[in-house]
């Protein structure tokens, strides 16, 4: 399985093939569209992300000792925003998600290039993930 990092370098490199902010946001696009629908029983009020100003819900599944992200929204390049992070971040363990520094979002120029709408939006989907990141981690304690 490939690191956090690894994945980050991916991301870097497949956005570095587009010169044109026009074609990134059209590859967000692309992104949100191939993410896997998210089952209607999990668009709960619990998995709606504070701070979006477009509906985004984020579950989260441990399985085995790695959280599973799956996410949908109903704005089209925020859902390629949250597909890019789950890209990134699912199957790892609390641990390496709490440690990730996530770099690539400025490399790629996402931050730059977002609306500050928008932008706070991709911290509240970072912040969210990383506190159930933080949950499990805590659970896992609990445990030992």
């Given amino acids: 399985m490939k690191s956090i990092n690894e994945l980050q370098d991916e991301v870097i490199a497949e956005f570095s093939d587009f010169d044109d902010w026009m074609d990134r946001y059209?590859?967000?696009i692309d992104l949100g569209n191939d993410l896997d629908a998210l089952s209607d029983k999990y668009k709960t009020e619990q998995n709606l992300i504070d701070g979006c100003q477009s509906r985004v819900w984020l579950q989260?599944?441990?399985v085995d000792g790695r959280l599973v992200f799956t996410?949908?929204?109903?704005a089209l390049i925020v859902k390629g925003i949250i597909a890019l992070l789950i890209q990134v971040l699912s199957g790892h363990?609390?641990?390496e998600?709490?440690?990730a520094d996530l770099y690539f979002i400025d490399r790629i120029?996402?931050?730059?290039?977002?609306?500050p709408t928008r932008s706070n939006g991709l911290l509240a989907m970072v912040k969210q993930i990383k506190a159930y990141a933080l949950a499990y981690e805590a659970k896992e304690h609990e445990k030992a």
Avoid: W
Avoid at 71 to 74: E, N, P, Q, Y
Avoid at 109 to 115: A, F, K, T, V, W
């Fill in 26 to 28: 059209q590859m967000l």
């Fill in 71 to 74: 996410a949908d929204s109903d």
């Fill in 97 to 99: 998600i709490l440690d």
């Fill in 60 to 62: 989260c599944d441990d």
């Fill in 93 to 95: 363990t609390p641990k």
């Fill in 109 to 115: 120029g996402l931050r730059e290039h977002l609306s």
